[in-house]
């Protein structure tokens, strides 16, 4: 019973919460447009993790040369064919499911899925220029840019763990609309990203148990930004 009691608990904070960062965002006057993304790419069966992270693909390039404009998302790249690799296309798709907040799984490929990097992009309009903490986790090189401009990056150091990086940051969103790119470089197997903008979308505390508040503070002590 008193599980069922906690359970429920548990729901209206989070409905609660939820509410509340409805309304911080509506405060904010932003509009968060939904995420898309592409991939995975890499350029060896195993790859290296530091090369393949600084390595620039082609969506990257595409979007970095865009700068502040919008990026072609109709565009479909192709990554080099290795064993056990049946499906080479990768074109941008949108995911309106991933909710910020919360951890979400990337699309990963064959068996052994090591060195693959993620591209993720969305736009985000806001009625005035606004300063804000930009909060992002993923497993294992982490990289932003804001209207073509790098923002900030996060390194995993290596370990038996297999914990995200938190990339942290101050951003200034400017009037009107303004391009994301997130790059995630997973060293290996299945790995996940989760979002966030300090006071107006939901935050650490309420990421699933995977990535407990716990573990992310532990993880702040060990990462290279």
Same mark, same amino acid.
């Given at each position: ?80 064919? !290795?064993?056990?690799? =049946? $499906?080479? *296309?990768? +074109? ?12 979400? @799984? ?86 996940? !990203?989760?979002?966030? =903008? $300090?006071? *107006?979308? +939901? ?12 573990? @992310? ?9």
């Amino acid at each position: 019973m008193m599980k069922i009691v906690n359970q429920l608990i548990a729901v209206l904070l989070l409905v609660s919460n939820l509410a509340a960062m409805s309304v911080r965002a509506e405060g904010a006057d932003l509009q968060l447009g939904d995420w898309t993304a592409v991939g995975p790419f890499k350029d060896e069966r195993y790859g290296n993790i530091q090369r393949s992270f600084e390595f620039q693909f082609a969506p990257e390039k595409d979007v970095l040369g865009a700068g502040d404009k919008a990026a072609d998302l109709g565009k479909v790249y192709e990554t080099p064919k !290795f064993p056990a690799m =049946l $499906d080479v *296309v990768r +074109p941008w798709v949108k995911h309106p499911e991933w909710v910020d907040g919360y951890r979400h @799984l990337l699309p990963k490929g064959p068996a052994p899925s090591r060195n693959e990097t993620m591209y993720l992009y969305r736009c985000i309009t806001s009625k005035h220029d606004t300063n804000l903490t930009l909060r992002i986790y993923a497993e294992d090189f982490l990289g932003a840019w804001l209207n073509g401009k790098k923002v900030g990056q996060a390194i995993r150091n290596y370990g038996p763990n297999h914990y995200p990086v938190p990339l942290v940051v101050p951003v200034l969103l400017l009037k009107g609309e303004n391009r994301l790119l997130v790059k995630i470089t997973c060293m290996f197997g299945k790995h996940g !990203f989760a979002f966030g =903008l $300090d006071g *107006v979308t +939901p935050s650490a505390s309420l990421l699933p148990m995977q990535w407990s508040p716990e573990i @992310l503070s532990r993880q702040h002590a060990l990462c290279v930004r």
